[in-house]
T-cell receptor, first 112, second 112 residues
């Protein structure tokens, strides 16, 4: 079955620097890749998603890139701010199968 | 996105008892799901709540332990039965809108 690996498990960056979180998936049929942000004690929130017919998608300071050949996708956060501190989860699913397969999560720490 | 209300937000229960968690959505949705998130862990799908039929459970979860109701397209309940300390976790309902998954605010359950 599908497996999603996420790295790193913890990422500490200086405020203002960029952060990159990477995920690798195993099922070549996967075609939908969302990213969720979960602040401490809160629900996971969808922050950006990408479909496999697109290589990159951007929304202000966050972007997601997808490499279908290598079967990996990445979340990029530029000009990091304290409010970016959270756990980030990647996930994957394929058309016709609504179930998301989740990565293990990355704890992002923004150092002042 | 749908507004998803979940209650209770937290509870402390004695072992051997049961707790029913409610999930109310402000619009009709076909797909509703129940997840468990143990401290510091990723999201684990418990079951898909099907309107008008029995829930579909994932491997490792059984109906006797986690009975689910889905009486209509806006409401579902998850019961955690005969609780033990190992059931201490956050329980999240979620709904699918298009291909996007949105979460309720979660129920933090502690079992003593």
């Amino acid at each position: 079955g599908e497996n999603v690996e996420q790295h790193p498990s913890t990422l500490s960056v200086q405020e203002g620097d960029s952060a990159v979180i990477k995920c690798t998936y195993s099922d070549s049929a996967s075609n939908y890749f969302p990213w969720y942000k979960q602040e401490l004690g809160k629900r996971p929130q969808l922050i950006i998603d990408i479909r496999s017919n697109v290589g990159e998608k951007k929304d202000q300071r966050i972007a997601v890139t997808l490499n279908k050949t290598a079967k990996h996708f990445s979340l990029h956060i530029t000009e990091t701010q304290p409010e970016d501190s959270a756990v980030y989860f990647c996930a994957a699913s394929n058309e016709g199968n609504y179930q998301l397969i989740w990565g293990a999560g990355t704890k992002l720490i923004i150092k002042p | 996105s749908a507004v998803i209300s979940q209650k209770p937000s937290r509870d402390i229960c004695q072992r051997g008892t049961s707790l029913t968690i409610q999930c109310q959505v402000d619009s009709q949705v076909t797909m509703m799901f129940w997840y468990r998130q143990q401290p510091g862990q990723s999201l684990t799908l418990i079951a898909t709540a099907n309107q008008g039929s029995e829930a579909t459970y994932e491997s490792g979860f059984v109906i006797d332990k986690f009975p689910i109701s889905r009486p209509n397209l806006t409401f579902s309940t998850l019961t955690v039965s005969n609780m033990s300390p190992e059931d201490s976790s956050i329980y999240l309902c979620s709904v699918l809108q298009g291909e996007k998954l949105f979460f309720g605010s979660g129920t933090q359950l502690s079992v003593l």
